[in-house]
């Protein structure tokens, strides 16, 4: 009998905004969510494994497990990708306010 072994991938500081979206891709992808602890920026030793009442303060970490590593690659490809397209569409909605316009 063959043993398998889990492989993980842990997300750290990941957007409240983008939390559900990583939850749905691991869920997609044949992943399972080992952990999900919103971590205190300014006390090492808090830790929460639910969402505190005042979460701001605190970094959001996910820890997921696979059977399989590449299930593992691409999610942290399309959360990559999804942060850099995050980054790339702020970046345009700056560009005109920062242009000065004269008549």
Partial sequence: M????NKYLELKN???DVVNWVEDIAEENNCRIERKEWK???????????????SEGF???ILLSSFDISYLNFIK??????????EYLDNCIKIPAMKNYSL
């Fill in 2 to 5: 063959e043993k398998f072994q």
């Fill in 14 to 16: 990941i957007s409240k």
């Fill in 40 to 54: 205190s920026k300014y006390n090492s030793y808090v830790v929460y494994d639910y969402e505190p009442f005042c």
């Fill in 59 to 61: 970094e959001i970490n």
């Fill in 77 to 86: 490809y399309l959360y990559n990708e999804k942060l850099s397209t995050i």
